[in-house]
């Protein structure tokens, strides 16, 4: 299957930054896709930033201009530094992986890491 470990999470005052990592591993495996999600308390999972195995990113409307998203395909790892935090990207940011194994293709997510920014 394929295994996610996230890092960088943490307590970091309104317009500080932060930098979040992910390593991805798994046997037999291929990364597509990667990215990250984050859900504050009562509200629904959402996109952050995906980056593609070729470099193509996407971002959510609301980070556009603060967060920037990278991969190392040679290290299976993704990136995401988060520059001029506010208070709503308090949240709990997970890594997501859109994976290819023989036969078949599987969505992992990690555990997630908190981020909290204070004002």
């Known amino acids: 299957q394929v295994q996610l470990v996230e890092s960088g999470g943490g307590l970091v005052q309104a317009g500080g930054s932060l930098r979040l990592s992910c390593v991805a591993s798994?046997?037999?495996?291929?990364?597509?896709?990667m990215g990250w999600y984050r859900q504050a308390p009562g509200n629904q999972r959402e996109l952050v930033a995906t980056?593609?195995?070729?470099?193509?990113?996407n971002y959510a409307d609301s980070v556009k201009g603060r967060f920037a998203i990278s991969r190392d395909n040679a290290k299976n790892t993704v990136h995401l530094q988060m520059d001029s935090l506010e208070p709503e990207d308090t949240a709990v940011y997970s890594c997501?992986?859109?994976?290819?194994?023989?036969?078949?293709?599987?969505?992992?997510w990690g555990q997630g890491t908190q981020v909290t920014v204070t004002s």
């Open positions: 980056i593609t195995s070729t470099g193509n990113t």
């Open positions: 997501y992986v859109a994976a290819r194994l023989p036969g078949r293709s599987v969505a992992s």
């Open positions: 798994g046997s037999s495996v291929s990364f597509n896709t």
